[in-house]
Every structure is written in C-alpha cells, then in structure tokens.
C-alpha cells in the first residue's frame, strides 16, 4: 500500500542528528500536511509531529520536521539510544482519497 | 486519560468476517475521525478506514468492497467489520483518535488477528 517512500533503515551514533526523508507525489505529499509517527518495538505508533512540522505537547524539540513539494523531512537531533524504533510518515491522498502511509523507516542508535 | 480500548475475535478461519470493536473512555467521542489501521506481521502501517463525527466515512480502496466501520455513539465506541477474511489480513489492527488526514494522537494498544485454516 505505501504510496510514500522512506528509505528502509537510518542510523547515527548518540549525539548525531539524523534525518529520514519521505517522498511523495502532487496528490498526497505535495498537497496535503505530513504526519509522522513513531513504534518503539512491540507498542502502537505515537505520533511524533502534525502538520509537516508541529510537536504535541511532550515531544522533544529534538524531533522536528519539514516539507518542500512532494518530499518531507524528519531530523533527529542530538540522537539518543531511546529513538531506536521505526519511523512512519502519513499523509491524505486526493486521489485515494485516503490515508496512506510511508513503508517505515528503522532507526538504530549506533 | 483518554483511553482507547479494543476488543474482539482473535483466530479466524478464511472466508469468516473480523469484527472488533473500540470504546473509547475517559473522554468526548464527538468531533472525531475514527479509525482503523493495521500492520501485517513484521510490515509497515495500513489505513483501512475512518468514520468521521457526522458518520461518514472513507475506506481504502482495495478493502473498500469488504470493509465496514460503524459507530455507537450510545455507547461511546466504534467497530470494524472485515468480511471474507484471508491469510493476508493476518494483522496487528489498531483503532485509533484523529482529525482526519492522517493525524491521529491516539491509539489502542492493538489487537492481533490471526487468519488460520
């Protein structure tokens, strides 16, 4: 089903930043916020940032996100062993007209 | 705390309808999309469908001949009906809390469902 592409795996050592790409097309990406997720092993996804690039309440401004046409970025900074985990973008398709999400991304803390 | 609490059958054989419902708790059930999503063993994220505050709804398009969600507002919770069911829809399925779009801030813990002869 993943219309929007990541790159399988992403690593860095403790204190790196780091940064996992998503990209799309003008139907979802390039038209639509992004959404990004993450799944600490065995746990439902959290999310991580809305709207491209806005942190819940609770979330590190470690953690932040960017968007230009079709593609979207997330960067870690100042990576710490507890972000080992996979990393989802999401985003609404007009021509779906649905959600879809991005194969994941597993980021390993060297 | 708003909770999300999800129950229902586990073991299934091919060609039998999944059905699994999520009461939501601890919080307003008006205003919301609702949602389910699954991930096939060791896979990635899959949207299956949302039903939105006003009880309209948006499936995906390969599932959408086999998928129905609903709502009891009554009762503060809402289903997911997947009929004729195969080895391919063995799956960790979650509900979740959204404002459409993709934007969900809460999950259930997730149930797996295990489609077996």
């Known amino acids: 089903q993943s219309v929007l592409t990541q790159p399988p795996s992403a690593s860095g050592a403790p204190g790196q930043r780091v940064t996992i790409s998503c990209s799309g097309s003008?139907?979802?990406?390039?038209?639509?916020?992004v959404y990004w997720y993450q799944q600490l092993p065995a746990t439902a996804p959290k999310l991580l940032l809305y709207?491209?690039?806005q942190r819940p309440s609770g979330v590190p401004d470690r953690f932040s996100g960017s968007k230009s046409g079709t593609s979207a970025s997330l960067a870690i900074s100042g990576l710490r062993s507890e972000d080992e985990a996979d990393y989802y973008c999401?985003?609404?398709?007009?021509?779906?007209?649905?959600?879809?999400f991005g194969g994941g991304t597993k980021m390993t803390v060297l | 705390q708003v909770q999300l609490q999800q129950w229902g059958a586990r073991l299934l054989k091919p060609s039998e309808t999944l059905s699994l419902t999520c009461a939501v708790s601890?919080?307003?059930?008006?205003?919301?999309?609702w949602s389910w999503i699954r991930q096939s063993p060791g896979k990635g994220l899959e949207w299956i469908g949302e039903?939105?505050?006003?009880?309209?709804?948006n499936y995906y398009p390969s599932l959408k001949s086999r998928v129905t969600i609903s709502v009891d507002t009554s009762k503060n919770h809402f289903s997911l009906n997947l009929e004729s069911v195969a080895a391919a829809d063995t799956a960790i399925y979650y509900c979740?809390?959204?404002?459409?779009?993709?934007?969900?801030?809460?999950w259930g813990q997730g149930a797996l469902v295990t489609v077996s002869s």
């Open positions: 979740a809390r959204g404002y459409g779009s993709g934007w969900y801030d809460l």
């Open positions: 601890g919080g307003s059930f008006s205003g919301y999309y």
């Open positions: 039903i939105n505050h006003g009880g309209g709804t």
């Open positions: 003008t139907s979802n990406v390039g038209s639509n916020f």
């Open positions: 709207r491209n690039n």
């Open positions: 999401a985003a609404w398709d007009d021509s779906l007209r649905g959600v879809i």
